[in-house]
C-alpha cells in the first residue's frame, strides 16, 4: 500500500464519521512565537481548545505536514525522520475517549488491514493531575475482544519510562501498558498552556530485543521492536497557578505519523523502505555504487533531510545563521557531509530536490510551484558550503594539535566560524592521527546551547496562545498593516508571516526592495487614521469562494475547510464602501479599532532574501 493510499483512507474513514477536512498550515508557525515550526497538525487549532468555534464545526480531520528540530541526531536508526506527515483527526467538545479509541482502531484493523496481533497501548498510569485512564483500559479491552485478542493490563510503570517496568513482559497476554511520564501530554510549562491524558498506539515490527537498552523489552523500548504509530490526546486540562484544572469542554487530539503508518500497512519495520522514499534511496545507490544495507544511516541522513529542507524553503525558511533559516541550513550541511561519506557530489542534492519535488507536488502543488525558488536557496546553500569547506580545511591545516589531540576550542571554532560538523573535522583528524578534545567540544556546544536557548526563551516567550490584551491589540494592528503596505506598496504585497508578543508585533512580507522612510511614514499615517476612526470589527463565518468574491485577503491555493472566518475591519462584510480590511484569520481580534492606541514602526528590515520584515509597536 502506497503512502498516497494510507493518506486518503485516513482523510475518506474520518470524513465517513462526520468530520471536515480542514486546510494545513506552513511549516513555519505564523503568528505563534512560542514555536518555530509547526511540529503537529494541532498547534494551528489551539484556541479551538480553549472553546472557541471552528467553522469547519467540532469534528475536523486533515493532514499537517511537520517538522521536529530534536529528531535531527536521531536521524539514522530506520525509524526517526525530522520532516513527516501528520495524519491527525479532532474533536472539540463532542466525542470523547470511547469513540476516538474505537474509530482509531476500526481505521488501524478494518481499513488499513493492520494485524491486531501487533498491536499495544500505553495509557496514563495517574497521579495527582489525574487519576488512572480506566475509561481508555476498559474501551481498549473491549475493542481487542472484538478482534478475539486477550489484552490485559501490563506491569505499569511509574519511573523512567524509558526504562519500563523492568520485568519480563509475556506480550501474548498483556497488551496496555500503564506510563506516568510517557502518557501524560502537555503543550508547554507556562500557565495557561494545555495537557491532558494521552493513550499512544504502538506496532510490533517484529525485530529481536537489543538487550544495549536494557534487560527487558517494553512498548516503549528504544531498540526499535515496537514503534508508535498514532498517539490519541484527551486535551482536558490547562496549566494554572493552582496546577491542572479541568477546560470548559473535553477534546480529542489525534496525530499519526503517515510514514509510520505507511511502514506498519506494508508490514516493514523500517520506514525508509516504504515509497516515501525508496525513490531518494535507489538514486543515491545508483550515484554511489554503495548498498543502502551497508551504508543505512548515510542513506537516511540525505534522504530526510533533502525531504525537509525543500519543504522549509518552500515555506519560506531560507538557509541562514538565525530562527528557522539556522536549521534550514544545518540540514542541508549535515546532508552533505553523508554525501561526502558517500563519495557523491555534492551537486547531486539538487538532483534530489527534483526528485521530491517530482515525488510530493500532487499532493502539494506549492512545491512545483516554488520549484526555481527552492533549486536556487538549495544550490546558493551548496555552494556557499562548498566555500566554507575550503576555508575550514585551510583554517584546520594552521592548527598546532597539543600531544596530537585537537582542542574543544577549536574544533567549536570550526563549528560555529566555518560550519564544519563534527564528522568532517573528526574524519580529517584520523586522516592525520590526531585526536579531538570530544569531550571539550561538547561542553562549549552546551554552553552555547544554553546561551541560545535563554535568547530564544526571551525572544518566543509569550504568543497569540496567551490571548493577553495588548496582544490581542497587536494582532489586529497586524490586519491594518497588512492593508496600508498593500496600499503603498501594490497588491503584490503578501504577508509571510508574523511574531506577535505583549511588546511589539513582527510582520514579515514578500517585497523586493527596502521601503523608503516615506512610504513608512505613509503606512504608519494609513493605520493611524483607521485606529482614530474607531471602526469596528467584524467577523462572518462564510465559504472560501464568497470570502475570496468579498476580496478577502487568504491564500486560496491552499485548500480550506467548508467555512472560514473573515475578520472585516469597517462596517458591513458585504459592502466594499467604507471597508479597510478584509481577511481570513482565526482570531482573536478586538471589537473596535480606537482600543488600540498609536501604532508606531520601530523597524523595516530585511528578514531574507526577497522578505523583508516590519517591527512595530502600539502607544
Not at 193 to 200: C, M, R, V
Not at 581 to 602: A, Q, R, W, Y
Request: negative net charge; glycine residues 8%; contains cysteine.
Amino acid at each position: 500500500m502506497e503512502s498516497s493510499e494510507v493518506r486518503k483512507k485516513f482523510v475518506d474513514f474520518y470524513v465517513s464519521k462526520n468530520h471536515k477536512e480542514i486546510s494545513a498550515a506552513p511549516l513555519l508557525a505564523e503568528n505563534d512565537p512560542t514555536l518555530l515550526f509547526v511540529n503537529s497538525g494541532m498547534f494551528p487549532l489551539v484556541p479551538y481548545f480553549f472553546g472557541e468555534k471552528h467553522p469547519s464545526g467540532d469534528k475536523l480531520v486533515n493532514y499537517q505536514r511537520s517538522f521536529r528540530t530534536d529528531d535531527i541526531e536521531e536521524v539514522g536508526d530506520a525509524r526517526h525522520t525530522t520532516f513527516f506527515e501528520m495524519l491527525g483527526n479532532w474533536s472539540l467538545g463532542d466525542y470523547f475517549k470511547k469513540e476516538q479509541l474505537n474509530y482509531w482502531y476500526e481505521f488501524l484493523i478494518e481499513v488499513l488491514g493492520l494485524d491486531p496481533k501487533r498491536i499495544y497501548q500505553s495509557v496514563f498510569a495517574g497521579d495527582e493531575k489525574a487519576k488512572k485512564d480506566d475509561e481508555s483500559i476498559n474501551t481498549l479491552k473491549e475493542i481487542f475482544k472484538k478482534y478475539n485478542i486477550v489484552a490485559e493490563l501490563g506491569p505499569e510503570t511509574r519511573g523512567d519510562g524509558n526504562k519500563g517496568p523492568q520485568v519480563e513482559i509475556n506480550f501474548t497476554k498483556y497488551r496496555i501498558f500503564p506510563y506516568l511520564d510517557k502518557n501524560w501530554w502537555k503543550r508547554g510549562d507556562a500557565i495557561g498552556e494545555l495537557g491532558g491524558p494521552d493513550s499512544e498506539t504502538f506496532y510490533d515490527t517484529g525485530r529481536t530485543h537489543n538487550p544495549k537498552y536494557g534487560e527487558y523489552c517494553h512498548v516503549n523500548c528504544d531498540c526499535g521492536r515496537f514503534i508508535e504509530i498514532g498517539n490519541s490526546v484527551f486535551m482536558q486540562y490547562k496549566k494554572t497557578a493552582q496546577g491542572w484544572e479541568e477546560l470548559s469542554q473535553k477534546n480529542v487530539d489525534f496525530g499519526g505519523g503517515l510514514e509510520r503508518m505507511t511502514m506498519a500497512a506494508n508490514g516493514l519495520f523500517n520506514v525508509f523502505k516504504t515509497d516515501l522514499f525508496s525513490g531518494y534511496i535507489d538514486y543515491l545507490e545508483k550515484r554511489s555504487a554503495k548498498k543502502y544495507e551497508d551504508f543505512s544511516s548515510n542513506f537516511e541522513v540525505v534522504s530526510d533531510h533533502i525531504r525537509a529542507s525543500v519543504f522549509l524553503i518552500s515555506d519560506g525558511g531560507i538557509p541562514s545563521n538565525k530562527d528557522q533559516g539556522y536549521f534550514v541550513r544545518r540540514l542541508i550541511r549535515r546532508a552533505l557531509v553523508h554525501l561526502r561519506k558517500l563519495d557523491i557530489e555534492f551537486s547531486a542534492f539538487s538532483e534530489l530536490a527534483k526528485l521530491v519535488i517530482e515525488k510530493m507536488s500532487p499532493v502539494y502543488p506549492n512545491l512545483r510551484k516554488n520549484e526555481e525558488f527552492i533549486i536556487k536557496n538549495i544550490s546558493e546553500e551548496v555552494n556557499k558550503f562548498s566555500n566554507t569547506l575550503e576555508k575550514g580545511v585551510k583554517y584546520f591545516e594552521k592548527l598546532v594539535p597539543v600531544n596530537n589531540i585537537i582542542t574543544g576550542e577549536d574544533v567549536f571554532n570550526l563549528f560555529t566560524t566555518y560550519g564544519f560538523p563534527l564528522e568532517i573535522t573528526e574524519e580529517m583528524a584520523k586522516e592525520r592521527n590526531y585526536q579531538i578534545d570530544k569531550e571539550g567540544f561538547l561542553k562549549r556546544i552546551n554552553e552555547h546551547k544554553l546561551l541560545s536557548k535563554q535568547g530564544s526563551e526571551q525572544k518566543f516567550k509569550s504568543g497569540l496562545a496567551d490571548t493577553s490584551e495588548t496582544t490581542i491589540k497587536l494582532h489586529t494592528a497586524t490586519h491594518l498593516l497588512h492593508e496600508a503596505l498593500r496600499r503603498v506598496l501594490g497588491s503584490d504585497v503578501k504577508q509571510k508571516g508574523s511574531n506577535i508578543t505583549p511588546e511589539r508585533l513582527r510582520f514579515d512580507f514578500f517585497c523586493p526592495r527596502k521601503m523608503t522612510p516615506e512610504e513608512i511614514t505613509q503606512v504608519e499615517e494609513l493605520v493611524n487614521e483607521q485606529i482614530q476612526k474607531n471602526i469596528p470589527i467584524y467577523c462572518e463565518e462564510t465559504t472560501p469562494e464568497k470570502a475570496k468574491n468579498l476580496g478577502a485577503i487568504g491564500l486560496f491555493d491552499n485548500k480550506y475547510g467548508e467555512r472560514v472566518k473573515v475578520y472585516s475591519i469597517g462596517n458591513f462584510l458585504e459592502s466594499k464602501d467604507g471597508i479597510f480590511s478584509k481577511e481570513i484569520c482565526s482570531g482573536p481580534h478586538v471589537d473596535n479599532t480606537g482600543v488600540l492606541g498609536h501604532f508606531k514602526i520601530i523597524k523595516e528590515e530585511a528578514s531574507s532574501a526577497g522578505i523583508r520584515r516590519i517591527k512595530a509597536i502600539i502607544e
